[in-house]
């Protein structure tokens, strides 16, 4: 029999298309069933239908929420697994202390040579070394820090 024009089909009404094939036969059945016994058991025959696609639904939810939360623990793993700084807090005192003592000598030669300028020479290539070594250990110092990604929730 052809629909009335303007008259929504099953399929536009509950959003089924040929993937939910099953549900799609259980309305069907329902349909029938209907139409063989009668209006009085309607009732319960719409009460059995909305439970099957209540579950349906429920498995969907239940599917997205558990893929969204691998997700998350997968993004979380591998944030936890960021480089960490290699270097120890005895490395780094030993690296200070060495710049230290070697800043004695290279200020001598600079100051000894070029006077003030060599001076300031010695000092700006020994900040400059400790500025590397910092900037080595700690990425983040420097405004070099790793983008989040973009959480957003998937349909």
């Keep these: 029999m052809p629909k009335p024009p303007g008259l929504p089909t099953v399929g536009s009404m509950t959003g089924m298309d040929a993937r939910d094939a099953d ?3 259980d ?4 349909l ?8 009085e058991y309607e009732s319960a025959l719409v009460d059995s239908f909305l439970e099957k ?11 997205r929420v558990r893929r969204q939360l691998a997700e ?5 793993a ?8 290699t270097d120890t807090f005895g490395e780094r005192f030993g690296f200070g202390i060495v710049s ?10 600079g ?9 300031l020479v010695a000092w700006a290539g020994i900040v400059g070394v400790n500025v590397v070594q910092v900037a080595r250990t700690n990425p983040d110092l420097f405004g070099r820090r790793r983008r989040d990604r973009n959480d957003a929730w998937e349909d």
């Design 111 to 119: 100051g000894g040579v070029a006077h003030l300028p060599g001076m």
């Design 53 to 63: 696609v209540d579950q349906r639904i429920d498995g969907a939810v239940e599917r």
């Design 100 to 109: 230290l003592v070697l800043a004695i000598p290279l200020s001598a030669i």
């Design 27 to 30: 309305l069907d059945a329902t």
């Design 32 to 39: 029938r069933t209907r139409r063989e016994l009668g209006e």
């Design 78 to 85: 591998r944030d936890s697994r960021s480089p960490k700084p």
């Design 72 to 76: 998350q623990q997968m993004t979380t």
């Design 23 to 25: 549900l799609k036969k």
